[in-house]
């Protein structure tokens, strides 16, 4: 059962190979993205925290800023 | 009418979203892999070579539409000079390269069995390449160009210009003599795939449509923060 499945009648490098492929290009394309993310989250971050009092309760007043700083790692 | 669509008030559910999509793409992966390389059955002609097909076919599917999609939505950005537009565009342009780009590589694996190449100046498979080629200078140009007004006039242009390649893609085993097969599944007539590879082909399908909403929303959220980075440069 299991020679079959990685067998594949004398088709497995080629099936495996196209299976791989995607998987690797999918991850790789999601930890990109993520780390992405995380820099631009990073940024914004360190940026809120360098405002003064009055600047960065003026920022607040902006909904998304709020959700930027609540939602730290949510991916 | 695209009020309620602004980043400052979909953010909410944007950050929110990815967990759930994540979840739901890996059981549905997983499934639709179980269903791909253990249950369904070999092909008569290919036997079990045709189980690429689980890979190839839905990220092709996926890549046609995401540059659809591009093409739409630039139309719409210079219709209603709506900049929300463009950056729904550029977070949907990596997942729909990186689909386009598994469909040719999972395309030729499947050809050397088949075909006995590897690679083949054939008509639907030079046109797919040609549509890499176009994500290629989409993704290139928003990377090069740092004016914004004329990035998104770059980016729709060649959105605009690609998309006359989607049909050519989609008739070419028509119209041309092909190594490549006619479509197998049609909406209006009647497919020729049997139910038992139909089903994987769906679940497949569906997988992938939400790896590419999942990093959509990744690549959105990450355009919306770099916006209000720059907000709060300007404060």
């Known amino acids: 059962m299991i020679n079959e499945i990685i067998l594949m009648n004398g088709y497995g490098v080629y099936v495996w190979s196209a299976f791989f492929f995607t998987l690797i290009s999918f991850a790789t394309l999601y930890f990109v993205t993520k780390l992405q993310f995380l820099k631009e989250q990073k940024r914004f971050v360190s940026k809120f925290g360098s405002l003064n009092v009055e600047k960065a309760s003026a920022a607040r007043l902006q909904n998304i800023n709020k959700e930027i700083l609540s939602n730290t790692s949510t991916i | 009418m695209f ?16 967990k759930y999509v994540l979840f739901l793409f890996i059981i549905i992966l997983t499934i639709g892999l179980t269903e791909a390389l253990i249950l369904s059955p070999g092909d008569y002609k290919q036997s079990d070579a045709v189980r690429i097909m689980y890979v190839h076919v839905p990220a092709a599917w996926i890549s046609l539409g995401i540059f659809s999609s591009l093409a739409l939505l630039s139309v719409g950005s210079f219709i209603f000079k709506n900049k929300n537009f463009a950056l729904v565009s550029k977070s949907l342009a990596p997942s729909g390269f990186v689909f386009n780009i598994v469909a040719l590589v999972t395309g030729s694996i499947w050809g050397k069995p088949t075909w006995g190449t590897w690679w083949a100046w054939d008509a639907r498979i030079t046109s797919m390449l040609i549509l890499a080629l ?17 990035v998104m006039k770059i980016t729709s242009m060649i959105a605009i210009l690609g998309v006359i390649n989607v049909p050519i893609i989609k008739f070419s085993v028509d119209w041309w003599n092909t190594l490549h097969q006619p479509a197998s599944i049609n909406i209006l007539s009647d497919t020729s795939i049997h139910s038992s590879m139909l089903i994987p082909l769906g ?23 770099k916006v209000k980075n720059k907000g709060l440069d300007r404060l």
């Open chain 2, 134 to 150: 176009f994500y290629g200078m989409y993704l290139l140009a928003w990377k090069i160009y740092e004016d914004k007004e004329n």
């Open chain 2, 3 to 18: 009020k309620s669509f602004e980043p400052n008030k979909i953010f909410a559910i944007t950050s929110r979203a990815p």
């Open chain 2, 203 to 225: 679940i497949m399908t569906v997988a992938f449509a939400l790896f590419s909403l999942l990093i959509f929303l990744m690549k959105y959220n990450t355009e919306l923060i």
